[in-house]
T-cell receptor, first 116, second 113 residues
């Protein structure tokens, strides 16, 4: 069965420091990959997506992610974190085609705290 | 462009009562999803519609949950009767045919006491 693992439940970084959030997936083929962000009391906002092509994708708010097929990973990065980035981040995969096309499978999320 | 709308934003009910949530997707999005997000977890798909037809409801607890999208636009998710373990945020998302990204509404936070 398809699955998504986000190994870090909670990460704290200082404002201005770099950030990397880890995501590993289990799927037989290359899935569609997404990162979403959820601020308290809010829905999920799409940060970026990977379908094919260049394995380094750019998203909104200065985030980027790199797809590594050999490691089944899709890690999210930001070179300099801002206090407003404090939120929960979810990695998700959409497996394949057919009736389940587009159905997202989410990881459990990583909560990001930012120290002043 | 208006986003996905959901109401109510918050609901508190007692166990065994019934509750309904409403979702209006982004205009022109044929596919609509309902997710359940329990505290500390990622969202889990409950049901997927394409237009007014159900595509996937394999994870919907059909003994107590029901959903409809009669005219292929807005949708209602109902729980009857509610249990304590139904306390969660219920998220609605929509997707345009031919695209893969889903757009989420703000969610409805349900507390069952």
């Amino acid at each position: 069965a398809q699955s998504v693992t986000q190994p870090d439940i909670h990460i704290t970084v200082s404002e201005g420091a770099s950030l990397e959030l880890r995501c590993n997936y289990s799927y037989g083929a290359t899935p569609y990959l997404f990162w979403y962000v959820q601020s308290p009391g809010q829905g999920l906002q799409l940060l970026l997506k990977y379908f094919s092509g260049d394995t380094l994708v750019q998203g909104i708010k200065g985030f980027e992610a790199e797809f590594k097929r050999s490691q089944s990973s899709f890690n999210l990065r930001k070179p300099s974190v801002h206090w407003s980035d404090a939120a929960e981040y979810f990695c998700a995969v959409a497996p394949g085609y057919g009736g389940s096309q587009g159905n997202l499978i989410f990881g459990k999320g990583t909560k990001l705290s930012v120290k002043p | 462009e208006a986003g996905v709308a959901q109401s109510p934003r918050y609901k508190i009910i007692e166990k065994r009562q019934s509750v309904a949530f409403w979702c209006n997707p982004i205009s022109g999005h044929a596919t609509l999803y309902w997710y359940q997000q329990i505290l500390g977890q990622g969202p889990k798909l409950l049901i997927q519609f394409q237009n007014n037809g159900v595509v996937d409801d394999s994870q919907l607890p059909k003994d107590r949950f029901s959903a409809e999208r009669l005219k292929g636009v807005d949708s209602t998710l109902k729980i009857q009767p509610a249990k304590l373990e139904d306390s969660a945020v219920y998220l609605c998302a929509s997707r345009q045919l031919g695209r893969h990204e889903q757009y989420f509404g703000p969610g409805t936070r349900l507390t069952v006491t």
